[in-house]
């Protein structure tokens, strides 16, 4: 595709419940980035990935948040007996290299709200 | 996590104005420093990467003071369509944890 595409645009949950989000990054990207971005805030990191491996998980706020990348591609970021605190946007963005050094292309987001 | 403090605004600016910001940086080693764009409800994208002898793009210019570690972003000639929030942002190496957004700074062009 074009660019990076994020589905569901939005999401609401009740608290408790399981969600998965999905991010489709730009073809032949190999790092993959997700951040969570609060009202008023910038995005703050919580995982990477190069190409299937995820080299990084320490922004991950909880065992409660599981991030996967099989293929090297699409990834999907799970949260589990979401909480309300965990209502953000959560972006994902891609680089054509590996490392955080270079431009990242990011996703339109999906806004979760947990009620 | 590495610091980066921006003025969060709102700058309220009259239209063909120009306008200054700057974001202040803690870690002295940091690498690279960008400047991205973010319009309200959409995701951010690139506006310019900051080099070290200062870059610019028509009517944005970027300059880096390592001394006093900051960067700013200067906006001449300013339109209505440079309405957004600009988020200053630091990599300081170390992995995908050593890239660090500030919090933006709000600018609002008024006709």
């Known amino acids: 595709g074009a660019g990076v595409s994020q589905s569901p645009r939005y999401k609401v949950a009740k608290r408790g419940q399981d969600v998965a989000l999905r991010c489709d990054p730009i073809s032949g990207h190999v790092s993959l980035f997700w951040y969570q971005q609060a009202l008023g805030q910038g995005p703050e990191f919580l995982t990477y990935f190069q190409n299937e491996a995820q080299l990084d998980k320490s922004g991950l706020p909880s065992d409660r948040f599981f991030a996967e990348r099989p293929e090297g591609s699409v990834s999907t970021l799970k949260i589990q007996r979401t909480q309300q605190e965990d209502s953000a946007v959560y972006l994902c963005?891609?680089?054509?290299?590996?490392?955080?050094?270079?431009?990242?292309?990011f996703g339109p987001g999906t806004r979760l709200t947990v009620l | 996590r590495k610091e980066v403090e921006q003025d969060p605004g709102p700058f309220n600016v009259p239209e063909g104005a120009t306008v200054a910001f700057n974001c202040t940086y803690s870690?002295?080693?940091?690498?690279?420093f960008f400047w991205y764009r973010q319009d309200c409800r959409k995701e951010p994208k690139l506006l310019m990467s900051v080099y070290s002898s200062g870059n610019e793009d028509g009517r944005f210019t970027a300059q880096l003071n390592r001394a006093s570690q900051y960067i700013s972003l200067l906006i001449r000639d300013s339109k209505l369509s440079d309405s957004a929030t600009y988020l200053c942002v630091v990599y300081s190496g170390g992995g995908a944890d050593g890239l660090t957004f500030g919090k933006g700074t709000h600018l609002i062009i008024q006709p």
């Open positions: 963005a891609s680089s054509a290299t590996s490392g955080a050094g270079d431009e990242q292309f």
């Open positions: 870690n002295s080693a940091s690498q690279s």
